[in-house]
């Protein structure tokens, strides 16, 4: 459902918007309402994208947090196996982050969940010699 709040909110109105969102959805990924928190994730996303007085520094604090929310959606569209939707987020995921292990993993977990496996390998690849120590890699 699309998110008609169009005020222009100052940064710490809407970051509250953004946190609340996020919060809700831990809460109920926690509770196993993975798909109830995918939404909650994706209403944070959306404030995300309605910021308009950042500087240099609200960037990057903003793009943590759309980094977080993208790889908590990926986590909840693998666990209701829909997988492309999880590639999808994973991928928007590594477009802040390419180096994210946890996005490359959970792309990769998607793709081979949907027969891609070559490519699951390579990014399997990719994470393993960013995070050797990670068993789960």
């Known amino acids: ?9 100052k940064k710490p109105e809407r ?21 109830v928190a995918t939404l909650r994730y994706v209403r944070a996303l959306q404030h995300c994208d309605k910021f308009f007085d950042l500087g240099p520094e609200d960037v990057k604090e ?38 994210s292990v946890k996005a490359l993993y959970r792309l990769a977990f998607a793709l081979s969940n949907q027969n891609e496996n070559d490519e699951a390998k390579k990014l399997l690849a990719k994470a393993a010699k960013l995070a050797p120590e990670d068993a789960a890699v």
């Open 62 to 99: 903003v793009d943590a947090i759309k980094l977080s929310l993208h790889l908590n959606s990926a986590q909840c569209y693998i666990k209701v196996k829909n997988f492309p939707e999880a590639a999808k987020s994973a991928r928007a995921a590594l477009e802040l982050d390419g180096d």
């Open 15 to 35: 970051m509250r918007k953004v946190l609340l969102n996020k919060e809700e959805g831990n809460s109920h990924f926690k509770d196993g309402n993975f798909e």
């Open 1 to 9: 459902k699309d998110d008609h709040d169009s005020r222009k909110l």
